[in-house]
């Protein structure tokens, strides 16, 4: 399909929004990008990080500690990716070019490779959110269903039981597969890839061999073949259960949609940033611990509208845009609890079960 694009419209609640944000930033006398809380956190979670992988693989404990610490460095591979990474790419992390190139660098040393993930969110993702055969992101076929658009399965008549297996899969089909798989086919979804850098060719297979090395071939060559896969294995499927999970309670829930391009005009109905409004949710907003952990993606309808400040200013801002949404009677969708947001999630899937 070709690319859809976004009615224009005189004045835009966008703009208006955007006029409000941008005021409070002035009289507050802060800067949109990241604070010296985003920096003491990002700090500690790359030095966990180390510290754990080092006590792993040259000072591995007995077989239950370290599946423990396994499972840990896994939550805090997301919790990388969230706060660091996801900030860092969307050049939020710092006002400095420099400093969120090498923020964003971090996702290559996880395995991923950084032009590929941002071609895919940052460009695809944040304007073309939930349109399906655009939006890579719920493209989960054959395992799940995500819209009523996509083909049903027979196997699908079980995906809300089984999601949580699936979702576990995400880091490994990602890392070893789909990586592959757009830097070959020059493709994300439907969206052509028209051009990779010299450099990237470089830093892609570069950074693919040092991540085989330091995650496969090291500790095996360290602890042995059976001891890493246990604990390979338990990074990854709790790492991909997380990144997953974040991503569909904010955007593949019971009151977000999946709008459809006019075929017509190839536009869509909404301007874009009601269009972020009605495709993306928050959830679990108060839980502090959350908010920390993910990076703040909890807020993903602040994410979506301001994707350049950092996650720092959203509890502060999510008051502004909440505001806002309820002077123009647009609608602010939000999931109180982590539970609530899970249930939603499961119903939706249950819905799409269903021929």
């Known amino acids: 399909m070709s690319i859809p694009k976004f009615p224009s419209v005189k004045f835009t609640f966008h703009a208006e929004l955007k006029k409000r944000i941008n005021d ?8 949109p990008t990241g604070n010296y809380k985003l920096y003491i956190k990002a700090v500690t ?23 423990l610490e396994c499972i840990v460095l896994g939550g805090l591979t997301a919790a990388i990716g969230f706060n660091v990474m996801h900030d860092g790419m969307h050049g939020s992390f710092s006002r400095y070019k420099w400093i969120n190139n090498f923020a964003g660098l971090s996702l290559n040393f996880l395995g991923a490779n950084n032009f590929l993930w941002k071609t895919k969110h940052n460009v695809i993702h944040h304007t073309y959110t939930n349109i399906e055969g ?7 076929r054959p395992l799940l269903r995500l819209c009523e658009t996509q083909k049903h399965y ?4 079980y995906q809300h039981w089984y999601f949580w297996a699936a979702y576990c899969l995400l880091y490994i089909w990602w890392v ?7 830097y070959f086919m020059r493709k994300i979804n439907t969206t052509p890839i028209n051009h990779i850098p010299l450099s990237v060719h470089f830093s892609f297979w ?16 360290m602890v042995g073949f059976l001891p890493w896969l246990y604990g390979f294995l338990a990074l990854a499927l709790f790492s991909g ?24 005009t190839n536009k869509m109905e909404d301007e874009w940033a009601l269009h972020q409004l009605k495709t993306t949710a928050n959830f679990a907003t108060r839980n502090k611990f959350i908010t920390w952990w993910v990076g703040g993606l909890n807020f993903q309808i602040e994410h979506h509208l301001f994707p350049r ?12 845009i909440k505001k806002t949404c309820k002077d123009f009677g647009f609608p602010y969708i939000e999931y109180p609890k982590m539970r609530t947001a899970v249930a939603s999630h499961v119903s939706h899937l249950r819905n799409l079960s269903k021929r």
């Open 134 to 140: 655009v939006d890579d992101d719920i493209e989960a």
């Open 45 to 67: 979670l790359v030095v966990a990080y180390l510290g754990l992988y080092a006590h792993l693989v040259f000072f591995t404990p007995v077989g239950w500690l370290a599946l």
């Open 309 to 320: 400040i950092s996650h720092i200013h959203y509890p502060a801002i999510s008051k502004i």
């Open 154 to 157: 027979k196997i699908h008549r």
């Open 206 to 221: 570069g950074f693919k061999l040092l991540h085989l090395f330091i995650f496969v071939a090291f500790p095996i060559y």
């Open 241 to 264: 259960f997380v990144l997953s999970i974040v991503f569909q309670l904010a955007h593949t829930v019971e009151h977000t949609e999946f709008p459809q391009v006019i075929a017509e």
């Open 176 to 182: 070893f597969f789909t990586d592959y798989k757009k």
């Open 24 to 31: 409070y930033f002035k009289q507050a006398g802060k800067r």
